[in-house]
């Protein structure tokens, strides 16, 4: 076992996803998990899960995490910080300035109390979701303020690299409009496109690709949590949302003067090429955009990939993984494409660029049947 | 070899992934493909990749498919309907009915023409993208229209039958309208939100997940091709569009008068009960939105997951999927998640519900990590 950085007991509020996993996380290296909640039911769901065990009158908890929904964290927070008077307090909520706002307004001691956010989940919720390894290589931001010593945050940076998350710094500020960026506004935008989908035909639905499902696939997500978060980093959001919206009106009248297909070209109508140069200005812009993401998946230009033909039937896929493995090529991505019906699916292989023609040429000679 | 429906040559004009891989699948059934392209290079390329022959003076296809972009279709189905007047002529394009109303407003002979669209494509194009199953499983719509026979439609019923895909009739007006639905619209919202991505700061933009990945992935599509897209079927794209837009102005709204991390209420604000209640309503009308898409991905509900830890070393993941051919469990779906720097992966298994108790049990006694 891999010791912890944690000198003493970790209290966890709320048992849900996140402080399951926490909670998790830290028993398997060793550290006494105290776990509160409160539905007695999730605690002891959570302890019987292993994820520590019950309070006790006589805690004395180094670190107290708090993992309750955004609505009640303030509340929660300035309540432990006044139960643990020698207790680092933190919290996972979504949202970070008007937290510390509310804390702060409340008379909390912030001299031991930072805000911090593990950007992970699942769409499932619940303790028995909780995973260990939930925030393993996953960005955790530790929103700073000058009212905490650095020597006093060292057990909520001690928490993050304990669970192998990759500790971020930023202001409340900078972490609130970050998120509304990067997951609030994706969210409403997700929501808003699948919200069309509610009165269409059968008919148009069933025609739905890929793309459609991956624009999608959050709207998915529970609005009682949502709306907790959106209405708490509503400014960010709406100004994120503006700028969607304020483009948005700009493609609906490029649409509207662009002439194919329109049989009654509106009274503002735009000179054929100004609907054109609006429309490839947008498109060309989602381009830089989504270029900027890191990581595996998305627009990452580091793998090249190809594409091999699978039948539908156990083992065949392993087989496939195995044999790559003997000819000495790393898989570094793979995706299962599979149409409903269909005997045979399509495995998409992500390697290095270098590793193409060598896996392509030595998979076909192995009778494989290469698609792309 | 499978032998083919169609009883004469088919001439495929344009050689892009589209055409290609219809001429590599007829190709498969033995069928005498002609190739043809504004481009003698593409042509060349295809021909060397084994999607059919050039072009003779003598040809007497059976059948014509139009695979050039939309922009030139419809001239292109005029020109192909004179050059062969005993062929029947059909294209691919995802709009249809301007198509047809192009056909017919340029006196072409559309008892011989019926549009055709099939929902299939790759990020990326070129002939040497083209694949033979590239229509496996897929819907393939056939937008009829009163002026063709059903006996002369027969020979685009037997191409999309050959080529593995799923027929679906509509008219050129529904097509329309569901295609602005499920793809093209989707493709502006990607686009858009991925648009706001452009000039965010480098630290926002690294707490990207997946959900936000999801969102954009098809923001990165060809401006060139996707202008040509959306300007042919501008009006009903508009229209799902203003729907959006709507529903964007409505939560913008809310978000305003959410009190909650709002210091200087708007104007016009809601009462507290209202902004939430019109948040629920979005974010569950997207739940209900997305719980529509058919298929393996999204929201299905079919099949179960377990996530299991993988090293990221080459052959491990070989060895969970070889495991689960022995303990008899089918792979469903399988999704790869590495974390940038992480040593270790997480692969999401899906597989009938009734087997994840088996499964995780069998796993866990051969010592692998259950991680959820």
Redesign the interface.
């Known amino acids: 076992m891999v010791e912890s950085r944690l000198t003493g007991p970790v209290r966890v509020v709320g048992v849900g996803l996140l402080g399951t996993s926490i909670a998790l996380g830290l028993r398997a290296r060793g550290v006494d998990v105290i776990l509160s909640d409160a539905s007695p039911t999730n605690v002891s769901i959570a302890v019987d899960y292993g994820a520590g065990r019950g309070a006790t009158d006589g805690d004395e908890p180094q670190l107290v995490v708090v993992c309750v929904p955004p ?1 009640v964290t303030a509340s929660v927070i300035v309540r432990e910080l006044s139960a643990y008077p020698r207790a680092v307090v933190t919290d996972v909520a979504s ?1 970070k ?2 937290i510390l706002d509310a804390v702060i307004a409340a008379g909390g001691d912030v001299t031991r109390y930072v805000g911090s956010h593990p ?4 769409e ?1 919720g619940g303790p028995m ?6 925030f ?4 955790w ?1 530790v929103a700073g303020h000058a009212g905490i010593s650095y020597q006093t945050a060292a057990a909520v940076d001690d928490l993050i690299l304990d669970l ?1 998350a ?1 500790l ?1 710094e ?1 202001t409340a500020e ?1 972490h609130d ?3 509304a ?3 609030h ?14 009165g ?2 059968d ?19 529970d ?2 949590l ?2 907790q978060i ?6 960010p ?2 100004e ?6 304020d ?3 700009e ?2 009248q490029a ?2 003067a ?1 002439s ?4 009654s070209p509106s009274a503002e109508a735009l000179p054929s090429s100004t ?2 140069r609006t ?2 200005e ?18 990452d230009r580091r793998y090249a990939s190809i ?1 091999v ?1 699978v039948d539908d ?3 065949e ?6 044999e ?2 003997e000819i ?9 494409e ?5 005997q ?1 699916g ?1 495995a998409e292989i992500a390697v290095l660029p270098e590793a193409v023609e060598r896996l392509t040429a030595a998979l076909a000679d192995r009778g494989w049947r290469i ?2």
Chains 1, 2 share one sequence.
């Open positions: 609505d949202v300035k008007p950007l992970a989940g699942r499932k979701s909780g995973r260990a390894d939930l393993l290589g996953r960005p931001v192998g990759t971020v930023m900078e409009s970050s998120v960026l990067v997951s506004a994706p969210q409403v935008i997700s929501t808003l496109m699948a919200r069309r989908l509610a269409a035909p008919a148009a639905v069933n025609l739905a690709g890929q793309g459609l499902r991956d624009v999608t696939r959050i709207a998915a997500s609005p009682a949502w709306v959106l209405g708490a980093n509503a400014t959001t709406a994120v949302l503006r700028g969607v919206r483009d948005l009106d493609v609906i649409l509207d662009s194919f297909g329109s049989t609907w054109r429309m490839v947008m498109l060309a812009g989602g381009n830089t955009g989504v270029a900027r993401i890191p990581g595996k998946h998305g627009q594409v033909m039937t156990p083992g896929l392993a087989r496939l993984l195995t790559m493995g000495g090529v790393n898989l570094e991505d793979l995706r299962l599979h149409s409903p019906g269909a045979i399509l698609a792309g």
